[in-house]
């Protein structure tokens, strides 16, 4: 861990995670345009697609993401239908000499999907592009909405991957943000996943949320040691109720956090589970402040520019 070299890369600065970034959407950009850009890709590209999922079961009222609470599945069969028509149209634009090396599922919660919809997914995807022999398939998962029969179905449809959404563990911090998860229906979850050959686990974590603390953050991030991932993955709460209507159902708003992420990857190392949490703990540190234990997020208003997605190694705990 460099703190010099995590200030350089925390500044305000558009977060780089689609093309084009996020202040660039607009009306402007339309079909014409999508398709002048997908003939203009380099000769033998490699490809990465990403397919998202804008449905839940449940508001977590600090979600910043596009979805919506579907309570019947009748929508997401809808969108399916639209989805499919979308691939055939990029997939008509894309020589087969593209090759896919990366698919990512995201939401929303992907898990939504029925059991036969996943594979099914999968499979027109990989009908209608050049999807590489090894391709990583990584999809976000939310653990309240996972079976064994869902499990088994992203093992068929060839999954790798599996993002556990946490946040955290701590109840005062989940009954705040209506999310709540024990760690033992996520352990479960992860346990299920690698029973059926998903061995590579990424876990999600947000920090900024109302009632954190140093010591909560740390409570939990020793907890997400003990499932032994192979990254952990730490977003900045943005709280925008102006812009997201159900972040005012937050009953105490933290001060401004930007939307920035931290990807630390576990290494091998000899230190103590203490000192392991300790050690990420500081790494969410430095990029932004925590309050000590028992002190309370003070109330602020918007939030900057999201700040650039920054990778931190950390010796943490064994890859796998």
């Not at 990403?50 to 009748?74: D, M, Q």
């Not at 068929?156 to 999310?179: H, K, L, M, P």
């Not at 920035?260 to 000899?270: C, F, G, L, N």
Request: net charge positive; with cysteine; glycine share 4%.
């Amino acid at each position: 861990m460099n703190p010099e070299l995590v200030k350089r890369y925390s500044g305000a600065v558009p977060r780089y995670t689609s093309y084009p970034t996020a202040p660039h959407f607009s009306d402007e950009v339309g079909a014409a345009q999508y398709a002048s850009w997908l003939a203009m890709l380099p000769e033998q590209a490699r490809l990465s697609l990403y397919i998202h999922i804008p449905f839940c079961s449940a508001l977590c009222w600090y979600c910043g993401c596009s979805t919506k609470v579907a309570n019947r599945y009748e929508p997401v069969a809808s969108y399916l239908s639209s989805l499919r028509s979308e691939i055939a149209n990029v997939a008509a634009r894309v020589p087969a000499s593209h090759s896919v090396t990366h698919v990512h599922w995201g939401g929303g919660s992907p898990n939504i999907l029925t059991p036969d919809d996943i594979p099914a997914l999968a499979e027109t995807t990989r009908r209608s592009f050049n999807v590489a022999e090894g391709a990583e398939f990584a999809v976000e998962i939310d653990p309240r909405g996972l079976d064994r029969e869902r499990v088994a179905a992203f093992a068929r449809a060839g999954v790798t991957r599996a993002s556990i959404g946490v946040q955290d563990f701590d109840e005062t911090v989940q009954s705040a943000i209506n999310r709540r998860q024990s760690f033992a229906l996520t352990q479960a979850a992860v346990e299920a996943l690698r029973e059926h050959g998903i061995g590579a686990i990424n876990i999600d974590l947000v920090y900024g949320l109302p009632h954190q603390t140093r010591d909560s953050v740390e409570a939990t991030v020793s907890k997400v040691l003990a499932l032994e991932p192979s990254r952990i993955a730490a977003f900045g709460y943005a709280h925008l109720p102006a812009r997201l209507k159900h972040q005012a159902l937050i009953d105490e708003a933290p001060r401004a956090m930007c939307a920035s992420a931290s990807i630390i990857t576990p290494a091998p190392t000899t230190r103590s589970p203490a000192a392991q949490s300790t050690a990420i703990s500081k790494a969410i540190r430095l990029t932004r402040p925590m309050p000590s234990s028992g002190s309370a997020l003070p109330r602020s208003a918007g939030c900057p520019k999201a700040t650039f997605r920054t990778a931190l190694p950390c010796p943490t705990t064994t890859a796998s």
